[in-house]
């Protein structure tokens, strides 16, 4: 799916993680801000694989190398205390970016699939910034992979200006909060999944293939996969009828 993209994706090495009931986390430099989010990827030891591998939290700044982080989305801290070993420095992974979304004005039919022209890639960064809109999608933490849909939560902000990000976000299949998914969805929304994600040169996967199962459906988005993967077999859906 072209329209969708990432920018500034950057993944640092964590190199100290206190065991304390608010866990307090090392980057030299890291460079974040309160209220980021962030993503853990990476292995480590059998209990710190279940504490914090492969989810999203949000980051409270503590100084300019340490921070904490939250889950839910301010709600509480990570919490190590109980962990019987101390992390070893080395394994996790914590990676940050920017989501992109197309103008409206710009017709996708004039934008190339590359990275290096600046006039019509799609992937190069000056072209992103001047032709793209900035948007903050919202992910759920724990597991990367979500279903839309969540009892009976919004699961779509609501708009019918065409020019908010509100809309915006809507129309790329970006769901209104962390309460819009969970892991096993809706029936309403066909059980679709919605992959979360931070990944250069994202270039996300919609509908799937429906050999795919999980990847595959009408409101399906994968966000795992970047320009190198646009080999993947997709389908399509129709937005007018004749």
């Known amino acids: 799916m072209q329209g969708l993209t990432s920018l500034n994706v950057t993944a640092k090495n964590i190199t100290v993680i206190t065991r304390a009931a608010q866990a307090v986390f090392t980057i030299t430099a890291h460079g974040y801000t309160t209220g980021q989010q962030v993503m853990i990827t990476g292995t480590s030891t059998t209990e710190w694989n279940n504490l914090i591998q492969n989810q999203f939290f949000t980051v409270e700044i503590i100084d300019v190398n340490t921070f904490k982080l939250k889950t839910n989305y301010n709600s509480a801290y990570v919490n190590s205390l109980g962990l019987a070993l101390d992390y070893s420095g ?3 992974t914590a990676t940050t970016g920017d989501f992109y979304i197309l103008k409206e004005s710009v017709a996708v039919k004039n934008v190339t ?3 290096s022209v600046t006039t019509s890639d799609h992937f ?5 910034t001047a032709n793209f809109d900035k948007v ?3 992910f759920r933490d724990g597991t990367f992979g979500q279903y839309y849909g969540n009892s009976t939560n919004q699961v779509f902000g609501f708009s019918t200006d065409r020019t908010s990000l509100t809309y915006k976000l809507a129309a790329a299949g970006m769901v209104k909060d962390y309460n819009s998914t969970n892991t096993s969805g809706t029936n309403k929304f066909g059980l679709d999944y919605f992959y979360q994600y931070i990944v250069s040169e994202l270039c996300p996967l919609r509908f799937g293939h429906w050999y795919d199962t999980t990847v595959a459906g009408v409101w399906c988005v994968y966000l795992y996969y970047g320009r190198a993967n646009g080999g993947s077999p997709v389908s399509a859906r129709a ?3 004749v």
């Not at 190069?124 to 992103?128: D, L």
């Open 113 to 115: 699939g590359g990275n």
């Open 136 to 138: 903050t999608p919202t």
């Open 124 to 128: 190069n960064s000056t072209f992103i």
């Open 90 to 92: 080395t394994g996790f």
């Open 239 to 241: 937005c007018l009828y």
